[in-house]
Nanobody, 120 residues
Framework: QVQLVESGGGLVQPGGSLRLSCAASGSIFSINVFAWYRQPPGKERELVAAITSGNANYADSVKGRFAISSTNAKNTVTLQMNSLKPEDTAVYYC???????????????WGPGTQVTVSS
């Protein structure tokens, strides 16, 4: 079993910064992809950023403001969020594509989510 635990959410003023972290624990052979999704109030969940083999991709709405990074040795991923806007308000979810054993197919795991609120 794999668990993802997010931390770092909270309330911040427009233009401010927050740093989200996610740690994966359990019986993990490898993590193929780490990603952050978000779900704004009343809207569907959307991909914010993803990283695989050191290559990062971002939603157009966050390019130039957010940065995703991962530490494979510690099975962690962070999302540095700068120049935050009210429209960034959402529950942010950590997602990982995990291989549990050598040769096994990947499995998808989600964290419980952390609230980010951008408001003055």
């Amino acid at each position: 079993q794999v668990q993802l635990v997010e931390s770092g959410g909270g309330l911040v003023q427009p233009g401010g910064s927050l740093r989200l972290s996610c740690a994966a624990s359990g019986s993990i052979f490898s993590i193929n992809v780490f990603a952050w999704y978000r779900q704004p109030p009343g809207k569907e969940r959307e991909l914010v950023a993803a990283i695989t083999s050191g290559n990062a991709n971002y939603a157009d709405s966050v390019k130039g403001r957010f940065a995703i990074s991962s530490t494979n040795a510690k099975n962690t991923v962070t999302l540095q969020m700068n120049s935050l806007k009210p429209e960034d308000t959402a529950v942010y979810y950590c997602n990982a594509v995990v291989v549990l054993r050598a040769g096994s197919p990947p499995s998808y795991y989600w964290g419980p989510g952390t609230q980010v609120t951008v408001s003055s």
